[in-house]
């Protein structure tokens, strides 16, 4: 619960006087406060700095240390106060958190330094507030990286091969690391060489040679040497081929290498060569396989394998990819709007070169960017006029610094990104909300349980009451005041779908579930369940309530298909005879659920649950204990 | 001839545009359109409403708190709400933490409205404290009048049958929806009927305040829950 409301609880059971006299049964006995009242003063020393607070502020979260009896353990009698061998001035900023109620991270501390000591005093640093919860992610990213680029670097070079390696294995490893054995570095260096010849191929054999006797005409090189550029092509590609077959046979998962961008290269740097053996020499293709050649280029880029720096090019452009797209767009947003100004501008010139709006993109751009060409000019006074917009725009743009430009942009880009990234936290905060909330009910539901028991048997009272603080005791009696005031208990999701699908098969009115005023003609008629969703949020109680109840309709909706396979698993872990339960969930307990209502035997026909220890009041009792003790073990395995 | 219709043609393009931009520049002063997302003139929030309670001594006389009960409670209220006031939507949020499963958002409302003595949509930390002392230290007499203040929506000094079925049915909406046994739509009526049977003396379908009083104090089981929550604080 959050902080504040421990201050608030007096308050909400006083209020609960108002449903004193409309209590059908009556009111269950408080739990006795045996603490003393008064507040007292607590003394922290940490490190010699001595702070002093309020036990109350730092009571109010129990489930950190200093808020549980954790502290005691550091507690030293000799000066009265609690003691800790910690760094004062984080602890500055949590105890501060006490107070406040808001967890703040301090900039000019290490990440790391601070997340230890969040971890030592019992703080999850998903609180961290919203001002400096993304100076928070950021350092804690960037930490990441940099020791994730450690560990890659140190394991790259040391780590000396496991002694019973496949040939598989050891031929990945030489590709990948080169450095590992000599004929690795030989290949290494081949595969290098011939890379830089093919692409110095490519490019010469595009100069124009002397042209051989006979003919004035000017040939390129590739024409005029055809069998040689020809054999030097095959000999690289055979090399690449025989590399990549190489390495697609010793990668450790080949789908995954084949997806990857090097891989990717490697291919489209072949198929050029193999698809212009198999195309005949047909005119009409032959256009489409020049156009093709051009993908020789990308052998360039197997170079990557060979440098550090063209990857970390690759992978920087990767990741600044929507910041240079917005660039990109704006650009061409400027672009059409002056082209289009421009073609008007010029329309009724004779002899205009502003043919067209795309035409005129030429003109915008070559101006834009200062280039100036002068194939295209505009004539009329309102060209010119415009012309000159144009070019000072461009100017504009192209003067201002370019780390001012990606500031901006990445400043722009944030401001719209942190709707999403606020969207996204609220889903997760609501996770986290709703998992607290079950929590409390669940919470609720034990402790009623604890109750009714220790009702029964005084001496067991006080083994039954857990180390639950006074807080909870105070709520949990408010909450069964309430119960008993409308006479109707409170009850887990599980038993309340399973209430509901025996009265969706035994009784077909619709139920609604809903109450308040606003229902009217709003019932599905789809049973006990209906969706919460069409209910008007008429009362503004903050969409977190209604989106709770959403979503804990949607839980429900899973549930609806989850109850079927989760009561075996209990019922096995009291039964010790898993073979039994791999029934057919489906069927049989539905059948369990209809029967489990009206007649005693909480049971699935078939199996007989082992008499448990403790007498049971009621049937469904059992049956939530079963259901609550599986929650309490889905919960802290979380 | 030619050039004059080109001049024409271009410097008509130019008037149009400026024409345009003019346009936008005035729809903009006269503040009918706005070029930033956010509105140009800021809705000024008022200042926050800052509230000092009377001393303590004075609200040591009106209440039965203790100095040190009302310097624990004032402590606790003035760090949840620095402003020291209450309003109603953190009056709202405040009370559904208590109840997870249900919507406390229509029984916060009501009694938002019966610790706001004065009706001035707030609550001060002193009605806060005057509230609570009565349901907390008061006699029966007063708790039973503050419970019938609180059901009595429209203060008129008469509970109607309307009036009970709202408030029952913001208690049941506090429970929520996973409840044993399921609740049903009338369950709030049957409520409001049992009530009603027992209060309504003369059968008249208001229940007064005389009424209420007389027939809680002739119950036992109300009587005893009425110094159920004398030792919270």
Redesign the interface.
């Known amino acids: 619960m959050a902080a504040g409301v421990a201050t608030w609880l007096p308050f909400a059971r006083a209020a609960a006087v108002g449903w004193l006299p409309l209590a059908k049964k009556t009111m269950p006995k408080p739990p006795v406060d045996n603490s003393s009242r008064s507040d007292e003063i607590l003394y922290v020393n940490v490190s010699g700095v001595r702070f002093q607070t309020w036990k109350n502020t730092l009571d109010r979260y129990p489930d950190t240390l200093l808020g549980s009896s954790e502290k005691e353990f550091f507690y030293n009698e000799d000066t009265q106060e609690y003691f800790f061998d910690r760094d004062p001035e984080m602890f500055r900023h949590i105890l501060n958190f006490y107070r406040t109620g808001k967890l703040h991270y301090p900039r000019h501390e290490c990440v790391q330094a601070f997340d230890e000591e969040l971890a030592f005093y019992g703080i999850v640093p998903e609180i961290i507030g919203d001002c400096c919860m993304e100076e928070y992610r950021d350092r804690k990213k960037e930490n990441q990286e940099r020791l994730a680029e450690d560990t890659e670097a140190n394991e790259a070079t040391d780590a000396p091969l496991p002694p019973h390696s496949t040939s598989r294995e050891r031929l990945w490893r030489a590709f990948e690391n080169p450095h590992t054995s000599t004929m690795a570095l030989v290949f290494y260096y081949v595969t290098g060489f011939f890379i830089a010849v093919s692409v110095i191929a490519n490019v010469v054999e595009t100069v124009p040679c002397r042209p051989p006797k006979g003919s004035v005409k000017d040939l390129p090189c590739g024409e005029k040497y055809q069998l040689a550029f020809f054999c030097m092509d095959t000999a690289c590609v055979l090399i690449f081929t025989f590399e990549y077959l190489m390495r697609l046979f010793a990668a450790p998962s080949r789908c995954k290498f084949m997806r990857s961008v090097m891989s990717v290269i490697d291919v489209v740097a072949i198929m050029p060569y193999y698809i212009g053996l198999v195309m005949p020499e047909n005119e009409d293709v032959s256009g489409a396989f020049v156009t093709l050649r051009v993908f020789r280029v990308f052998r360039i880029f197997k170079f990557s394998r060979h440098s550090q720096g063209l990857r970390i090019l690759g992978y920087t452009l990767k990741s600044c990819a929507s910041e240079l797209g917005f660039l990109l767009f704006s650009l061409t947003m400027a672009i059409i709007i002056f082209a289009t100004v421009m073609f008007y501008a010029e329309k009724g010139t004779k002899g205009s070169t502003f043919t067209s709006i795309p035409a005129s993109f030429w003109y915008t751009i070559v101006t834009m960017t200062t280039l100036g060409y002068g194939d295209m000019v505009p004539n009329t006074i309102a060209g010119k006029i415009f012309g000159s917009i144009c070019s000072l725009s461009g100017v504009l743009v192209i003067a201002l610094p370019v780390p001012v430009i990606v500031s901006n942009f990445s400043r722009i880009y944030h401001q719209n990104q942190r709707a999403d990234k606020m969207r996204a936290q609220q889903k997760v905060r609501l996770a986290r909300i709703r998992m607290a909330k079950k929590g409390t009910s669940n919470a609720f539901l034990q402790y009623k349980e604890d109750h009714t028991l220790g009702d029964r048997n005084s001496d067991s009272t006080a083994l039954c009451v857990k180390n639950r603080s006074a807080f909870e005791h105070q709520h949990n009696h408010l909450l069964h005041c309430l119960e008993k005031t409308t006479n109707h208990e409170f009850t887990d999701e599980m038993t309340y779908s399973e209430l509901c699908m025996t009265e969706s098969v035994g009784f077909r009115t619709s139920r609604s579930t809903s109450l308040s005023s606003q229902q009217g003609a709003q019932n599905n008629s789809t049973g006990c369940c209906p969706r919460r969703a069409r209910r008007r949020a008429a009362m503004r109680l903050a969409n977190s309530t209604v989106s709770v109840s959403r979503g804990s309709v949607q839980e429900l909706d899973t549930l609806q298909f989850k109850t079927t396979s989760i009561p075996p698993q209990t019922r096995s872990s009291l039964n010790a005879q898993p073979d039994n339960l791999k029934l057919n969930c489906g069927d049989q307990d539905f059948t369990a659920a209809i029967i489990s209502i009206p007649t005693p035997p909480a049971n699935t026909p078939d199996e007989s649950l082992p008499p448990t220890p403790t007498p049971v009041p009621g049937i469904l009792r059992n049956t939530r204990a079963t259901a609550y003790t599986h929650e309490t073990v889905k919960i802290s395995s979380l | 001839m ?1 050039s004059a ?3 024409t ?3 008509q ?2 008037g149009i ?1 400026v024409l345009v931009f003019a346009s936008i520049k005035l729809l903009h002063i006269l503040g009918l359109i706005s070029f930033s997302e956010d509105s140009v003139e800021d809705e000024l929030e008022l200042s926050a409403v800052r509230h000092r309670p009377e001393g303590l001594e004075q609200l040591e006389a009106q209440t039965r708190f203790s100095r ?2 009302l310097q ?2 004032y ?3 003035k ?2 709400c620095p402003s020291g006031v209450v309003n109603e ?1 953190t009056f ?10 249900g ?4 029984y ?1 409302h009501f ?1 938002f409205n ?1 610790f706001d003595t004065d009706h001035n949509g707030s609550v001060s930390f002193e009605d ?1 404290v005057m ?2 002392s009565i ?2 230290r008061g006699t029966v007499q007063e ?2 009048i ?2 019938f203040n ?2 009595d929506i429209n203060k008129d000094g008469y509970i109607t049958k309307e009036e009970m079925l ?4 913001a ?15 009338e ?2 009526r049957q ?1 409001v009927e ?2 009603f049977q027992k209060m309504d003396k003369n059968k008249d379908g208001v229940v007064t305040i005389d009424e ?1 009083i007389d027939c ?1 104090q002739n119950d036992e ?2 009587m ?3 110094h ?2 004398e ?3």
């Open positions: 030619l219709i080109w001049e043609e271009g410097l393009t130019v545009v040190k009960e624990i409670l402590r606790g209220f760090n949840e939507e709202k949020d405040i009370y559904a933490q208590f109840f997870p499963q919507d406390a958002s229509t916060a009694l019966a806060f509230g609570l349901l907390l708790k039973l503050w419970a609180l059901y709202d408030i029952m049915k208690i049941y909406d506090m429970m929520g929806k996973c409840t044993y046994p399921v609740l049903k739509e369950t709030p409520h049992v009530f209420f809680c089981n109300i005893r829950s009425m159920l929550f030792n919270v604080l």
